[in-house]
């Protein structure tokens, strides 16, 4: 089972150790994304805030500082969560922005993590991306 088809996903879901938070609009189409979770091997109370997404026509409203918000406020202490961390790509500063806004710190730098193909769309990289971890 690979860790980005639905059966993986669904299994994370069911053992505790991931937890979704979306943005939608009333008739169901999402319009943001975001997920809390951990790998079933490390501790308990790290998660990783991460797979976060909002659909092109609802960028720059603001969504992802919401959904950010709900995150640290709402589901972090409901899950149990001790520490967040991330990786915040590099050819942007949206997350990173948002991170620090939540009392985040840099504490690493991930060079050429990320694959440009991830960036095709959105056409932002011309090469693999780096990242900056960020810790709460």
């Given at each position: 089972m690979g860790w980005g088809c639905p059966a993986h996903i669904i299994d994370q879901q069911d053992k505790g150790i991931m937890s979704r938070a979306v943005i939608s609009r009333r008739d169901g189409v999402l319009a943001a994304h975001q997920a809390l979770f951990r790998t079933?091997?490390?501790y308990a109370g790290r998660?990783?805030?991460?797979?976060g997404i909002v659909r092109d026509e609802y960028r720059g409203y603001g969504l992802n500082n919401d959904i950010m918000d709900y995150i640290y406020k709402v589901l972090a202490p409901a899950v149990g969560v001790e520490v967040i961390w991330g990786e915040a790509v590099a050819n942007h500063i949206f997350m990173q922005k948002s991170a620090l806004r939540m009392g985040a710190r840099e504490s690493g730098l991930e060079l050429d993590l990320m694959p440009a193909e991830s960036y095709v769309k959105e056409g932002s990289a011309g090469g693999r991306v780096a990242d900056l971890?960020?810790?709460s």
């Open positions: 079933e091997d490390t998660y990783e805030n991460g797979h971890e960020n810790q």
